[in-house]
């Protein structure tokens, strides 16, 4: 994801400086026009830095360390902050930097890396509203529409998981009747384009089911352990919150159970492919997903 949008900010003419633990995915960038952070040190005098990481840990360890982010950082210089975490970090995070004199943006986006590429994602952005207003230009170039939900920094964190919560019920809800009519002996193709083509024309309908329906589980947009931590952080929030979400329960279930099957590697749409295997189907999984 993070990559896409670097390659459309360069394609806009920014000055772009980029840090990857991928050194490849660091070098296609420079190549493109981009110059590498060896340090974090190196982004003291920017005016914004963008974050698109995988889990709270990882996060934490590159804003909260010695010679960390919020360290290194001048004062009025925007973080924003595209991971999907937990609001509490989120939170946390909007504090620390106030205190630096730097600003914060919980900037998580709904979409996958093809959205990204093309720029339909949808941004959800919260923080603090004068330092959303002066980033909010720079977020418009990366999707289809921004939507500002209040100065509450963890709001759009929790607007993310909310959002995946409802995709994996969807993906989960797609694989069980797929498999139901696979085995009654409906052709698949078919019975999505009845589907799709009637009450169920979602974005996420459309997009997993076909890949639910041809098997298309690799590359995977996302894979099914990066899902297992959207929803264990979901079902805290709930918790937390004195919200029952039992369906978000049992689909978090069957995402480990995904992951139990060596199949982490795959996108989270494997679903599909675990209620298939389960309807005693059989499967033409990817050899490297074996």
Not at 108 to 136: H, Q
Not at 218 to 235: F, I, Y
Request: charged share 20%.
């Amino acid at each position: 994801m993070g990559s896409a949008i670097a390659h459309n900010l360069l394609a806009d003419g920014l000055d772009l400086i980029v840090h990857d633990r991928d050194a490849q995915r660091c070098s296609a960038l420079v190549a493109a026009g981009a110059r590498a952070a060896a340090e974090l040190c190196d982004l003291a005098d920017a005016d914004v830095v963008i974050t698109s990481l995988p889990n709270d840990e990882i996060v934490s360890n590159l804003v909260f360390a010695r010679d960390g982010l919020i360290d290194v950082l001048k004062t009025d210089a925007v973080h924003i902050s595209m991971s999907t975490i937990s609001p509490g970090l989120s939170r946390r995070m909007a504090e620390d930097h106030a205190h630096s004199g730097q600003g914060y943006v919980a900037a998580p986006v709904l979409g996958n890396p093809d959205l990204a590429a093309a720029r339909k994602l949808f941004v959800l952005a919260s923080g603090e509203a004068a330092t959303v207003a002066r980033v909010t230009p720079l977020l418009a170039r990366l999707g289809q529409q921004v939507f500002d939900l209040g100065e509450n920094a963890a709001a759009a964190n929790l607007m993310k998981l909310a959002g995946n919560v409802l995709t994996a019920q969807t993906l989960q809800g797609m694989g069980e009747v797929i498999a139901l009519l696979r085995k009654a002996g409906v052709d698949p193709h078919r019975a999505f384009a009845v589907l799709t083509g009637s009450l169920f024309d979602g974005k996420v309908h459309k997009t997993y089911g076909g890949k639910i329906v041809e098997e298309r589980y690799s590359p995977p947009g996302m894979t099914a352990p990066l899902a297992v931590k959207d929803l264990r952080l979901a079902l805290a929030e709930a918790e937390v919150a004195g919200v029952p979400m039992p369906t978000a329960s049992l689909v978090h279930d069957r995402l480990v159970a995904l992951v139990a099957r060596g199949w982490a590697a795959l996108d989270w749409s494997a679903l599909g492919a675990l209620a298939a295997a389960d309807a005693g189907l059989p499967l033409m999984l990817d050899a490297a997903a074996r």
